[in-house]
């Protein structure tokens, strides 16, 4: 079946640095499917942060940038100055198109930005 | 946006006890889902729905029903709860390719 390997957490960085949560994944039900990330900020449900569907494209969003890379089977997460307001649960996910099934989610990755 | 609510958003229960766990979502999107996530899993599937009457099982269905009973309805039942059943549950539904999810219920069965 499809899975999705994501940067173990918790991840801990200060304000204003870099960030990136690695996310590769493999898909065994379809050639080219369809990635996400979503955030679950602090008592909130999951919220869909960025999706590409076209391999080789970068999708962004809040400073966030992924770039759907079929020839390592990666969609790793970057943000070049992460705030306080970043703290978040970040998850990768895979769509295989036929949306009927559900995603496969990666096991989150714990983000604490701190001043 | 899709909008998702969940009710409740917490509850406890003891084992042998009935729940339901209830979805909303207001934008007349045809799919929905159930998940529980769980400390060191990801999401996983429980039952989802195409539409009012129709049930799909998911990954993980042990221990679950479910009902759709309108559009924007779609309920998960524990009918005897066990511990392994403490949990974080998410409803979402669906367009075309994304996912939107309510803000999770949380799960205590002692």
């Known amino acids: 079946g499809d899975s999705v390997t994501q940067t173990e957490g918790p991840v801990t960085v200060s304000e204003s640095e870099s960030l990136i949560i690695n996310c590769t994944y493999s898909?065994?039900?379809?050639?080219?499917?369809?990635l996400f990330w979503y955030v679950r900020y602090p008592g909130e449900g999951l919220q869909l942060l960025l999706k590409v569907i076209t391999a080789g494209q970068k999708g962004s969003s809040r400073g966030f940038e992924a770039t759907y890379n079929k020839e390592t089977t990666s969609f790793h997460l970057q943000k070049a100055s992460v705030q306080e307001s970043d703290s978040a649960v970040y998850y990768c996910?895979?769509?295989?198109?036929?949306?009927?099934?559900?995603?496969?989610f990666g096991l989150g990755t714990r983000v604490s930005v701190f001043p | 946006e899709a909008a998702v609510t969940q009710s409740p958003r917490n509850k406890v229960t003891v084992t042998g006890g009935n729940v339901t766990l209830s979805c909303r979502q207001t934008n007349s999107h045809n799919y929905m889902y159930w998940y529980r996530q769980d400390t060191g899993h990801g999401l996983r599937l429980i039952h989802y729905s195409y539409g009012a009457g129709n049930l799909q099982i998911g990954d993980v269905p042990d221990g679950y029903k479910a009902t759709r009973t309108t559009q924007e309805d779609f309920f998960l039942l524990l009918e005897l709860a066990s511990p392994s059943q403490t949990s974080l549950y998410f409803c979402?539904?669906?367009?075309?390719?994304?996912?939107?999810f309510g803000p999770g219920t949380r799960l205590l069965v002692l």
């Open positions: 898909a065994t039900s379809i050639a080219y499917p369809n």
């Open positions: 979402a539904s669906s367009d075309e390719d994304t996912q939107y």
């Open positions: 996910a895979l769509g295989d198109g036929n949306y009927a099934q559900g995603l496969t």
